[in-house]
């Protein structure tokens, strides 16, 4: 059974920095996107970055220049490095994975709130 395990949220003030891990375990075969999507109270899940198999990034205009992800093949990890945080920024953060078969994958969600 394939599993997405996420850490390294939490509180950070205004313009502080976080950095979310992704794990995936299990029998994984053939990877096709690794990445990081967000809900806030109220709204609707969005994507926030990705990697897609072969190197191509997607970035969501509202985090361009302020996060990175990055993506480690080997450990099949996902990794969102997020600076110059806003308190938009705050929401639940959901790692998801899915194959070139079509399968689909969700960790628990990790709380970001970004608050003084």
């Known amino acids: 059974q394939v599993q997405l395990v996420e850490s390294g949220g939490g509180l950070v003030q205004p313009g502080g920095s976080l950095r979310l891990s992704c794990a995936a375990s299990?029998?994984?075969?053939?990877?096709?996107?690794m990445g990081w999507y967000r809900q806030a109270p109220g709204k609707q899940r969005e994507l926030v970055a990705r990697?897609?198999?072969?190197?191509?990034?997607n970035y969501s205009d509202s985090v361009k220049g302020r996060f990175t992800i990055s993506r480690d093949n080997a450990k099949n990890t996902v990794y969102l490095q997020m600076n110059s945080l806003k308190p938009e920024d705050t929401a639940v953060y959901y790692c998801h994975m899915d194959t070139v078969l079509g399968n689909n994958y969700w960790g628990q969600g990790t709380q970001v709130t970004v608050s003084s």
């Open positions: 990697v897609i198999a072969g190197g191509s990034i």
């Open positions: 299990g029998i994984i075969y053939s990877i096709y996107t």
